[in-house]
């Protein structure tokens, strides 16, 4: 990313939470945000680059998306149901189920250029000096993840 260790990158782009603890906790989109971080595409250099006040201060490659874009959803299922009641009372409905496969670069990028894929920044500084990170991720609008992949099927459609 951008070369910094975890706590290094929270210190610098970091704030106080509500807890008084130094956190990132930020949805960082192609337009800046409240923490004055955004997304920028690079299509002449081939990254998508994180900005910090309109400086860009790390970037991932094109191919190292399509790399962990192909890793981990080279072929994806998305089911959708409604839900009543909790714990072991909890029921579901489900009532869509649509699979996915080849994931497209074109088209991820696509999807950051309209701000419909963001990437999340999840991490605080612990009262023992060390950091809390839950990972960062690139994260898509869930009515758009049809749009990420060459191949989408509703295998079973709403109402069936």
Same mark, same amino acid.
């Given at each position: 990313m951008d070369g910094l260790a975890a706590r290094e990158?929270?210190?610098?782009?970091?704030? &106080?939470?509500?807890?008084?603890?130094?956190?990132?906790?930020s949805t960082v989109t192609i337009n800046k945000n409240s923490h004055r971080l955004a997304l920028r595409i690079d299509r002449n250099r081939v990254r998508v680059w994180m900005q910090f006040d309109d400086r860009d201060v790390? &970037?991932?490659? &094109? *191919?190292?998306?399509?790399?962990?874009?192909?890793?981990?959803? %080279?072929?994806? /299922?998305? /089911?959708?149901?409604?839900?009543?009641?909790? *714990?072991?009372?909890?029921? &579901?409905?489900?009532? %869509? /189920?649509?699979?996915?496969?080849?994931?497209?670069? /074109? %088209?991820?990028?696509?999807?950051?250029?309209?701000?419909? =894929? =963001?990437?999340?920044?999840? =991490?605080?500084l612990k009262p023992t000096a060390g950091v809390r990170n839950h990972g960062s991720a690139f994260r898509i609008k869930q009515n758009r993840i049809p749009k990420l992949y060459r191949t989408a099927r509703q295998v079973r459609p709403a109402g069936s």
């Open positions: 990158r929270v210190e610098r782009y970091g704030y &106080f939470d509500d807890n008084g603890r130094k956190a990132l906790y790390a &970037f991932w490659t &094109f *191919g190292i998306l399509q790399k962990r874009l192909t890793e981990k959803h %080279s072929e994806a /299922v998305f /089911v959708a149901a409604l839900s009543r009641g909790d *714990g072991k009372d909890e029921q &579901f409905h489900y009532y %869509s /189920v649509t699979w996915c496969a080849e994931p497209s670069m /074109v %088209s991820l990028i696509d999807l950051i250029d309209s701000g419909d =894929m =963001m990437l999340e920044l999840r =991490m605080h």
